[in-house]
């Protein structure tokens, strides 16, 4: 049961299929897609940054740019392997910066941010996916199996 504020008991409406209170990342999004491929992740696709108590020392200022520069192609081949998996909805957790959801417009995917896990673990077991909560794979690479994602045969945001 999903609950919006300021609505009257008399304008609930029953949905075949499940619901989510979440909305796409960017306008420039499609608000329909049918014969889904969906990949619900358990972390953020954001701009890799050095982690706390990191220091990076750099004499040269054309590194530094190299080191931003390699900082968001880390996060765009995130992206890369999730799309080249063939998914085209995208639920996460976590955030989607601006330039991520870029790299999801011009794919003409999907994507949504801050889903409820809850939400995302029903909808893998719905749809036949599973909750991916790294990229990781064991032999210590980034990969994202096709095997991961969940089908339906649309998703559609409705306001």
Known sequence: V???HGKSSRESILVKGYALNCTVGSQLMPKSIKNAKIACIDFSLQKAKMKLGVQVVVSDPE???AIRQREADITKEKIQLI???GAN???TTGGIDDMCLKYF???GAMA???CKK???KRI?????GALVASLCNLEGEESFEPSFLGQADSVVQER
Do not use: F, S, Y
């Not at 893998?124 to 036949?128: E, H, S």
């Open 124 to 128: 893998a077991r719905a749809t036949g």
């Open 112 to 114: 949504v941010r801050r």
């Open 118 to 120: 809850e939400d995302l």
């Open 83 to 85: 799309l080249n998996a």
């Open 2 to 4: 999903l609950k919006a």
């Open 89 to 91: 909805v995208v639920l």
């Open 105 to 107: 417009v011009e794919a």
């Open 63 to 65: 590194k530094l740019d």
